[in-house]
Nanobody, 122 residues
Framework: QVQLVESGGGLVQAGGSLRLSCAAS????????MGWYRQAPGKQRELVAA???????NYADSVRGRFTISRDNAKNTVYLQMNSLKLEDTAVYYC????????????????WGQGTQVTVSS
């Protein structure tokens, strides 16, 4: 089995910063892409940022220029540096690993973390 564990969420004032981490564990051979999604109350889950195994990032328009995603392939870990946080960034942030190859099967699968709460206050 593959598990994703997020950390780094919490309460921060508007304009502040947080750094989220997500570590994937298990019998992992490779992960095509890792990313962060978020879901606020009453809203759909949305992509925040994603990064390929080669290091190519993609960002939602709402966070581009404020957030930075990075990845340590050797540790199967993805990070999200969040700067200039706004009230509308408040959400549960979920880590995603896409196209995960494990030792027990040739089929690639996607996995999700349990989520970490980020609350931005005024």
């Amino acid at each position: 089995q593959v598990q994703l564990v997020e950390s780094g969420g919490g309460l921060v004032q508007a304009g502040g910063s947080l750094r989220l981490s997500c570590a994937a564990s298990g019998s992992i051979l490779s992960i095509n892409a890792m990313g962060w999604y978020r879901q606020a109350p009453g809203k759909q889950r949305e992509l925040v940022a994603a990064i390929t195994s080669s290091g190519s990032p993609n960002y939602a328009d709402s966070v581009r220029g404020r957030f930075t995603i990075s990845r340590d392939n050797a540790k199967n870990t993805v990070y999200l540096q969040m700067n200039s946080l706004k009230l509308e960034d408040t959400a549960v942030y979920y880590c995603n690993a896409a196209g995960v190859r494990v030792t027990t099967t040739f089929r690639r699968k996607d996995y999700w973390g349990q989520g970490t709460q980020v609350t931005v206050s005024s």
